[in-house]
């Protein structure tokens, strides 16, 4: 069975109520600051799917595709390369 969870690409966006992670149809979770540890926290947060998949991915196969993916989870988890986006209406 899948755990569940909420569906599509998870981002940052940040707004006059501070950082969260959203997807382009919910806020999955304001965290109501704008300092750098809350921005920290929203792209470990956002980069959450990203890592389980590349995880799964290496328990397998070590494979160019795993090694791709680890490289972007990892950043993206690390906030490089990455858009912060204004909130979800």
């Known amino acids: ?5 909420t569906p599509g690409d998870w981002f940052v966006a ?5 950082y969260a992670v959203e997807t382009e149809l919910v806020r999955i979770v ?3 600051h ?10 470990l947060m ?10 799964q991915e290496l328990r397998y196969a070590c ?6 993916m680890a490289d972007a989870a990892i950043a993206k988890a690390l906030g ?10």
């Open 80 to 89: 490089h390369n990455v858009e912060v986006r204004g909130a979800a209406k």
């Open 63 to 68: 494979t160019d595709k795993a090694e791709a």
């Open 1 to 5: 069975m899948e755990p569940k969870r």
């Open 46 to 55: 956002a980069a959450a799917p990203d890592l389980l998949a590349a995880l």
């Open 34 to 43: 704008s300092d750098e540890c809350a921005k920290g926290d929203a792209h």
């Open 30 to 32: 304001n965290l109501g």
């Open 14 to 18: 940040h707004d006059s109520r501070g």
